[in-house]
């Protein structure tokens, strides 16, 4: 596939999920009819702080949802830990269906298995996946303090300087920190993981230039900095090069398959939530995205909408807690800044 051939996937994506059948085969006049949810507002909590991809995707889910179901939904950010602090937060509220989680997978997934959550919260248990939103590519850039050309300089600096290369994410056990670690774990190199509290710090620092290099979600601001020179696109995370960035390799023709990652993210209930409520959810999020303004920005972003059923979603979530319980035990993620190798 071809970077002229992205977009036209995508539609093609959307096509796809006009014509999925709604989660539960539940019609959405039958499910309106006589309904029990919801009973009020929806609370959609984003786990991230203001002013990501993932806050700005969740605002016009919310106001699709709001549309849709005919009550209020209105986002709540509660960032910090990695996403684990938002997702303490609605594991703690009524399994009701009128609070929910916008994440990646990673507060589930991955920081398990880095830290112990606080109390006797466990997230696997305590979380119910109801339904996959989007995918989106990472981006790893070079700041104004790199100063090689491509993506194999910063391998071979990083190679000959160990522990120099300063790599920063959005936080500890995000898919950017994971990108890092499979790129460390396979070329031998040491690099510094720097772990931000959330994308909108680390994308002020690397504009000034405050470490060497990071990864973020692909979003408009991000492709603006590089458009403009302010950050240099080395490589992304994506199953084929982008339209907006023709020049960027993927990691895997980089040679990285086990770094070509994409971020997912859903929307996620308390566990004990009904699962007629759950299917409900992952039918009007099927609504929201086969058109109109949340469909269109997701395309316009490079984000591909991740249909698919309640099952589906929690196999997702499944599958990716056994591969990063792999990656942990093989010693190629930790939790703190010291230089990550194999």
């Known amino acids: 596939m071809t970077a002229g ?145 491509d993506f194999a300089d910063l391998v071979d600096e990083a190679r000959r300087h160990p522990g120099a290369i300063r790599w920063a994410s959005s936080g500890v056990a995000t898919t950017g920190h994971m990108v890092m670690a499979q790129v460390a774990a396979a070329s031998g190199a040491r690099i510094t993981h720097i772990p931000y509290h959330g994308g909108g710090p680390q994308l002020n620092d690397a504009l000034g230039g405050r470490f060497e290099v990071l990864s973020t979600n692909v979003a408009a601001l991000q492709l603006d900095y590089v458009r403009t020179g302010r950050l240099k696109a080395l490589a992304v995370g994506a199953p084929a090069r982008l339209g907006a960035l023709p020049d960027a390799p993927t990691l895997e023709e980089l040679g990285y398959p086990q770094a070509n990652l994409m971020s997912l993210f859903g929307l996620f209930a308390p566990a004990g939530t009904p699962r007629p409520v759950q299917e409900s959810i992952n039918a009007a999020v099927h609504r929201a995205l086969v058109g ?33 319980r792999r990656l942990v035990k093989a010693g190629a993620l930790r939790s703190d800044r010291t230089p990550a190798a194999p």
């Open 292 to 324: 109109g303004q949340l469909a269109e920005r997701l395309e316009s972003a490079y984000n591909l909408p991740a249909a698919g059923s309640v099952a589906d979603f929690r196999v997702a979530v499944r599958d990716d807690y056994e591969a990063n």
């Open 5 to 149: 051939d992205i977009p036209a996937a995508r539609r093609r994506l959307l096509r796809a999920a006009a014509v999925l059948p709604l989660a539960g085969g539940v019609p959405r006049a039958a499910a309106m009819a006589g309904r029990t949810w919801p009973a009020r507002g929806i609370r959609v909590v984003v786990v991230y702080p203001p002013g990501g991809v993932s806050d700005t995707i969740a605002r016009l889910l919310a106001e699709a949802l709001s549309r849709d179901l005919g009550v209020p939904a209105w986002v709540e950010n509660k960032g910090g830990a990695g996403g684990s602090v938002g997702m303490e937060t609605v594991a703690r509220a009524a399994p009701d269906g009128h609070t929910l989680a916008f994440s990646a997978l990673t507060p589930l997934t991955l920081n398990p298995l880095l830290s112990r959550p606080s109390g006797e919260y466990d997230p696997l248990r305590e979380i119910a996946p109801v339904a996959a939103v989007m995918r989106t590519p990472v981006l790893v850039a070079g700041t104004p303090a790199f100063t090689g050309r």
